[in-house]
């Protein structure tokens, strides 16, 4: 079955960080666009970070911003997410997101971040 699989979550203090990375099992797909999105306890999912495919282009989330780098490697078909400076605010599932066009799209089952203060 294909899937996003997401990695590199795990505990980190305050300050500290983390990378995540995402990629696509089972086949190579070609995408409009990567993102992830976070979802905390008690909160709805929302924006982290999204990257366009082709060219690049980046935006973020205002509270991740000169905090959070995401960035893609094209030959591996992979995104990434460097997370500097965490805060506790920070602490979620992170999930991977692809858009392929259109309405279609696949999701990643997440990895848990948690910063400890």
């Known amino acids: 079955q294909v899937q996003l699989v997401e990695s590199g979550g795990g505990l980190v203090q305050t300050g500290g960080s983390l990378g995540l990375s995402c990629s696509a099992s089972?086949?190579?797909?070609?995408?409009?666009?990567m993102a992830w999105f976070r979802q905390a306890p008690g909160k709805e999912r929302e924006f982290v970070a999204r990257?366009?495919?082709?060219?690049?282009?980046?935006s973020y989330a205002d509270s991740v911003k000169g905090r959070f780098t995401i960035s893609r490697d094209y030959a591996k078909n992979t995104v990434y997410l460097q997370m500097n400076n965490l805060e506790p605010e920070d602490t979620a599932v992170y999930y991977c997101?692809?858009?392929?066009?259109?309405?279609?799209?696949?999701w990643g089952k997440g990895t848990q971040v948690t910063v400890s203060s």
């Open positions: 997101n692809a858009n392929l066009g259109g309405a279609a799209e696949m």
């Open positions: 089972g086949r190579t797909f070609v995408y409009l666009a």
């Open positions: 990257i366009r495919w082709r060219g690049g282009d980046t």
